[in-house]
């Protein structure tokens, strides 16, 4: 059974870096052929995709999002990261890391974790 887990801080200042974690169990993130990824949700935008990245260590970023975000991972330790900068209060929202995209259905998801852009 395959378990993620949000990490990170829940409060940034803007113009500042945010910086999450998603650590994975019971599944390898360079197993073939699956994708990671990251989506967040917000009251005013509702979910929005953030982007992934691959068994492979390839990496798709959400255009919107695009020149703000660096995906990474730790295959060592197993875990795949999301960097986000710089950001503003609009980036408030709960973030979640997930398994699937670049077509292929969710079907495993980290709880969630609340991140606030506030000074």
């Known amino acids: 059974q395959v378990q993620l887990q949000e990490s990170g801080p829940g409060l940034v200042k803007p113009s500042t870096t945010l910086s999450l974690t998603c650590s994975v169990s019971?599944?390898?993130?360079?197993?073939?052929?699956?994708?990671w990824s990251w989506i967040r949700r917000s009251p005013g935008k509702g979910l929005e995709y953030i982007g992934y990245?691959?068994?492979?260590?390839?990496?798709y970023s959400s255009p919107s999002l695009r020149s703000r975000t660096t995906l990474s991972r730790d295959t060592v330790n197993n875990q795949f990261f999301l960097q986000l900068s710089p950001v503003n209060p609009e980036d408030t929202a709960v973030y979640f890391c997930?398994?699937?995209?670049?077509?292929?259905?969710?079907?495993?998801w980290g709880q969630g974790t609340q991140v606030t852009v506030s000074s």
């Open positions: 997930a398994r699937g995209g670049y077509g292929v259905e969710f079907d495993s």
């Open positions: 019971g599944a390898s993130i360079t197993t073939n052929y699956y994708h």
């Open positions: 990245i691959s068994y492979t260590g390839s990496t």
